[in-house]
């Protein structure tokens, strides 16, 4: 792998790699990827789950253990003012996943998905308040996803509903998920995880282990009974369409191998069965297991072993990509690189496979595309963390 320092920010070129790992029927050695120059958008950060861009260039991150921060159009940095005194931020769960509305231009909305300090609620229709520290003191913890307005200069978020009340966190915060994504009709795909439990990766009763799909009040999409679009999944970080496509993808977490890249199919089962000892939480299961979930649809790509932790996913787009336009990219915690995956006409496999970034700033977690071709990446180091954009 060959990595060259040109001028501002950080070239990488990096010879394509055909990777044993990979699921997809015969990913082939091709040309390069094209090169990177990675600038800092925002620094001084820790661990900003996710980041996301306004029309008008203003860039919206959270830090995991409550703290919003914007850069605006001019290139001054400021804390957006909201009340966060019922995050339940432990582990793996605390603030994570933020989107802008579609209307965001009329309505200044924006979501949440975050660890929430008592009781649950159902959420949507009905929900009732959304005021911040109103649960009971000793009921059970949970996550939700709640819609804020922002004001015009971004000083301060206003919580204005609740939309789902009831995804639940494990004691410790372990695989609390917890990824959104409007589509563009304005559902809401949500991406969960399955609190370490057994039971609940296929239990439909709970929304752990699922990604859901829910309208802008909480009540399910029309293709999600109960509000769950797939199930079956350890936990899911990463959503995202293929440009120029309705193909939504995920990418979720392996155990000690197999973070897995699926593309998502209303009603699917993706095959994790954590429970094949009564009451354990058995690790040593497959991430798809068809033998013993009759049915369960396999993974486009998946990383082998040993797992890298894949926390994202965006797509590239653009005549700057070149050929590898249109294709996946997913960002990892472990392997501290970007894996970027050619797919093939259909979607359902890999054909060309190449490592960008690797040890380069660390743990890499989220994604988001730019409308110019570039894209925005969060490190997850714990100190000193940013907000990168990534142009080819």
Excluded at 352 to 366: H, I, K, M, T
Aim: net charge negative; charged share 20%.
């Amino acid at each position: 792998m060959h990595r060259l320092l040109t001028g501002t920010g950080v070239f990488l070129s990096s010879v394509c790699l055909t990777l044993g790992c990979s699921s997809g029927a015969g990913a082939q050695q091709s040309s390069e990827a094209p090169g990177l120059t990675v600038t800092t958008e925002i620094d001084g950060l820790v661990k900003p789950w996710d980041v996301v861009a306004a029309p008008d260039g203003t860039l919206l991150t959270g830090e995991r253990d409550g703290r919003f921060v914007v850069k605006h159009p001019d290139g001054s940095v400021g804390e957006v003012a909201a009340d966060l005194s019922d995050l339940y931020a432990q582990g793996e769960t605390g603030l994570m996943g933020i989107e802008l509305a579609q209307d965001f231009v009329s309505s200044r909305a924006l979501y949440t998905c975050q660890g929430v300090v008592g009781s649950s609620s159902g959420g949507g229709m009905g929900a009732g308040s959304a005021a911040p520290g109103s649960a009971g003191a000793g009921s059970e913890n949970h996550i939700a996803v709640f819609r804020w307005t922002v004001d015009k200069d971004w000083t301060s978020l206003t919580r204005t509903e609740t939309v789902i009340g009831d995804i639940p966190v494990a004691d410790g915060g372990r695989h609390g998920g917890c990824r959104i994504l409007a589509a563009p009709d304005g559902t809401l795909f949500v991406g969960t995880g399955d609190t370490a439990t057994p039971t609940v990766p296929q239990d439909r009763n709970s929304l752990g282990g699922k990604v859901l799909h829910v309208n802008a009040d909480g009540s399910a999409a029309a293709d999600a009974p109960g509000r769950i679009y797939t199930l079956g999944h350890r936990n899911v970080q990463g959503l995202a369409f293929a440009p120029g496509t309705d193909r939504l993808y995920e990418v979720e977490q392996g155990t000690s191998r197999d973070d897995e890249l699926n593309l998502l199919v209303a009603g699917g089962n993706y095959g994790y069965k954590p429970d094949r000892t009564p009451l354990i939480y058995d690790e040593s299961v497959p991430m798809t297991d068809p033998e013993r979930v009759p049915g369960a649809l396999a993974a486009v790509w998946s990383s082998g072993s040993p797992t890298i932790a894949t926390p994202g996913l965006t797509f590239v787009d653009g005549p700057a990509w070149g050929d590898w336009s249109g294709a996946a990219v997913v960002s990892s915690q472990q392997g501290k690189k970007l894996v970027f995956l050619k797919l093939t006409d259909d979607g359902k496999t890999v054909a060309q496979e190449d490592v960008a970034l690797e040890n380069q700033f660390g743990r890499l977690r989220s994604l988001t595309s730019m409308p110019d071709g570039s894209f925005l990446l969060t490190t997850d180091n714990g100190s000193a963390d940013k907000v990168l954009r990534i142009t080819p």
